[in-house]
């Protein structure tokens, strides 16, 4: 087995590929470790990206695909069928000892599958810190209260699931007082920050915060 770097991972799962500068942006920020979800490692192979695992149970990997990493990369295949590929690379991850993983290539044209990774992030998140890149979005999952380093102006979206989770935060171009935003009942989408950091206080479930990608990288909020 190929020797573990350092406790950040970038997981590319078999959706949309992800932008080259958008792994590079993450490599330089410390997850250098890669690892793919099975056909994550076509798109791997066509953006010229050698990952460090392959895992999966290869039903979606193409066969030039193997031979091509199979002196470049540990792959570990897993025959179960009782979880996704993606969660079968968490749990590779959490039993290695990752703290934190960027999730690539999560979202693509099946909605169910859409649906279905982000079901996963919030499964998993109080085992390791999770972020989702896609495409021009940033997702992070929360269930404690923080402080976001932010810009006047940057706008950001808040989506909580049931009616047991309150978000309070004054920093917003509306302010959300204890607010409830369940699932199908209420959101709080386009925000927009008014201050150069966000308080948010958050209790009784889990948040996910979406912001733009590229305004993130641009001010260095990540």
Same mark, same amino acid.
């Given at each position: 087995?190929?020797?573990?770097?350092?406790?950040?991972?970038?997981?590319?799962?078999?959706?949309? %590929?992800?932008?080259?500068?958008?792994?590079?942006?993450?490599?330089?920020?410390?997850?250098?470790?890669?690892?793919?979800?099975?056909?994550?490692?076509?798109?791997?192979?066509?953006?010229?990206?050698?990952?460090?695992?392959?895992?999966?149970?290869?039903?979606?990997? %193409?066969?030039?695909?193997?031979?091509?990493?199979?002196?470049?990369?540990?792959?570990?295949?897993?025959?179960?069928?009782?979880?996704?590929?993606?969660?079968?690379?968490?749990?590779? %991850?959490?039993?290695?000892?990752?703290?934190?993983?960027?999730?690539?290539?999560?979202?693509?044209?099946?909605?169910?599958?859409? #649906?279905?990774?982000?079901?996963?992030?919030?499964?998993?998140?109080?085992?390791?810190?999770?972020?989702?890149?896609? &495409?021009?979005?940033?997702?992070?999952?929360?269930?404690?209260?923080?402080?976001?380093?932010?810009?006047?102006?940057?706008?950001?979206?808040?989506?909580?699931?049931?009616?047991?989770?309150?978000?309070?935060?004054?920093?917003?171009?509306?302010?959300?007082?204890?607010?409830?935003?369940?699932?199908?009942?209420? &959101?709080? %989408?386009?925000?927009?920050?008014?201050? &150069?950091?966000?308080? #948010?206080?958050?209790?009784?479930?889990?948040?996910?915060?979406?912001?733009?990608?590229?305004?993130?990288?641009?001010?260095?909020?990540?």
């Amino acid at each position: 087995m190929k020797k573990i770097k350092n406790k950040k991972c970038i997981i590319i799962a078999n959706g949309k %590929a992800p932008n080259k500068k958008a792994i590079d942006y993450f490599i330089d920020k410390g997850f250098t470790t890669i690892i793919c979800a099975d056909g994550g490692a076509n798109t791997a192979k066509k953006i010229n990206i050698i990952p460090d695992f392959i895992i999966g149970d290869l039903d979606s990997i %193409a066969d030039k695909t193997i031979l091509y990493f199979k002196s470049k990369s540990n792959i570990i295949k897993f025959k179960r069928q009782n979880d996704t590929d993606i969660e079968k690379c968490l749990k590779f %991850a959490v039993k290695n000892g990752f703290k934190e993983v960027v999730l690539l290539g999560v979202t693509g044209n099946r909605l169910d599958h859409t #649906i279905c990774n982000l079901s996963i992030v919030i499964k998993f998140h109080h085992k390791i810190k999770i972020y989702v890149a896609a &495409e021009n979005s940033f997702l992070i999952p929360f269930d404690y209260d923080i402080k976001l380093k932010s810009v006047q102006g940057e706008t950001i979206s808040f989506f909580a699931f049931d009616d047991k989770t309150y978000i309070t935060s004054l920093d917003l171009k509306y302010p959300l007082s204890n607010t409830n935003l369940k699932f199908g009942i209420k &959101e709080s %989408a386009s925000n927009v920050s008014i201050s &150069e950091s966000i308080d #948010i206080k958050i209790s009784g479930g889990v948040i996910f915060i979406i912001r733009d990608f590229n305004f993130v990288r641009k001010h260095d909020l990540f």
